[in-house]
């Protein structure tokens, strides 16, 4: 290829135009077939850069028609239901703006206050129990006890009234071998002061 031209002196340099780019077309098979999706890309989004595939079958406009329509296996949506939305609308901002939504929301704090307090009150109900429980086994060992305390009590009365009943048995023996002088009277009481024989 010959070198361009010089260009005179005191002369603009040539524009040399460049053709942009051509497009290239995308490889057989790419996108696969069924992509995208039917009904994708969704209403006011770019369409596909890539067009049709190439390999797409003939039911895919049909496809995206059932889908535009509603889900599948529905019917499209009939007036009736488009006037049963709008009344169920209307109802919902009437109810708005009687502050219903204010009042369950009053509501739903107070029940949820009653049900705070309720398990409160049965978690304090449950301690009670535990307590008593306590308590009541706390009385039993008690009781065991004082049985026991009683029955050690009258053991130990009863070995003393034996006691006491054998030495008054040998109360007249010993007045009978102690001398006169030796026996000493105080109050009620008496005092025996023996002396070997």
Known sequence: QAPPAQAPPGTAPPQYYYPPPQAQPPPSGYPP???????????????????????????AAPA????????TG???????????????????RKLKTEGVEEK???????????KTS????????EQSKRKKIELERELTK?????????KMTASKKDRTEHDLDAL?????????ASEPNDIYWTGTYWLFFLKPV
Not at 64 to 71: L, Q, R, Y
Not at 104 to 114: G, K, N, P
Not at 118 to 125: A, N, S
Request: glycine share 6%; proline share 14%.
């Open 33 to 59: 077939a069924g992509y995208p999706p039917a009904g994708y890309p969704p209403a006011g989004y770019p369409p596909n850069p890539y067009g049709a595939p190439r390999d797409a079958p003939t039911t």
């Open 64 to 71: 995206a028609a059932a889908m535009a329509a509603g889900p």
């Open 74 to 92: 529905s019917k499209p949506v009939s007036p009736d239901d488009l006037r049963e939305y709008k009344k169920l609308q209307d109802i919902i």
């Open 104 to 114: 369950l929301a009053r509501e739903q704090s107070t029940l949820r206050t009653v």
């Open 118 to 125: 309720r398990d409160q009150t049965q978690k304090e109900l």
């Open 142 to 150: 008690l009781e065991g006890k004082k049985r026991l305390m009683a």
């Open 168 to 176: 008054t048995l040998k109360i007249p023996e010993v007045i009978t």
